[in-house]
């Protein structure tokens, strides 16, 4: 069960775009849905809706006739308090919504690692961060990814449907600053990802990070593991570059907590 029909939300942002090539393959369509325009769609593997997570009319339409949703759409850094609650809070709560009308039984959820930014490398001590440790949010885009996880765990509990948080470190091309040596999932791990949360491994509920197996990386894998999930990449080969500038220790403010420079960003001040 991988999904035969994949709604994917937030289509036209940074990780949907990644995605499409790499979530593509025989017998699947990609419903994209975002309030942006997308020119380029493939017929033969993709339909577009085009709308908002805000606007709860059109959620429900592209939910109906899916098998599961990939949740990305809404606000992926710091925003005003409104902003938050609108797009990233009422948007999920409208997905969810959808999918009990709609009988779709999967739900894989973009959470981050901002919401459980102040956690420190301290704090873990000799073990790795587990997946599920309690939220503590560096702002209030974090403090938007912890609701949305709790909405996740109140939609599996009530409805049954199957979820998966994914607590996205950095989904970039490449680690986008040094910080990214621990926080990076590549490009392919991330599909890796989202098909093992597509998986029958990943029935119930779980809350898993996401990151590829970095070499500097001190956030739990055994949560990944358990669904499936076996990363490939690693952003060592990212190290001699990165670390010209920086050194690597975790006295550095910005490696000692999880959400690095989240933490200090002014809260609702948009970045
Ligand atoms: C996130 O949650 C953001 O969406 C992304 O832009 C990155 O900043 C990432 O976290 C990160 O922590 O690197």
Known sequence: DTASRLLITGAAGNMGK???????KPGRTLRLFDIADITDIDPAHEEFVQGSVTDRAAVTAAVDGVDAVLHLGGLSTEDSWENILSVNVDGTQAVFEAAVAHGVTRVIAASSNHAVGFWTHAEAGSNPLPGDVSPRPDGFYGWSKAAVEALGRLYHDRFGIDV???????????????????????PADTARLIEAALSDSAKGFHTVWGISRNTRSWWSAAEGAAIGYEPQDDAEVFADEFLADHEWTFDDPILQRVGGAFCDHPLGQRM
């Open 18 to 24: 990644m995605l499409r090539p790499l979530l593509r």
């Open 164 to 186: 998966v948080n994914l607590r996205i470190g950095s989904s970039f091309d490449r680690p986008p600053n040094y910080r990214g040596l621990a926080s990076w999932m590549s």
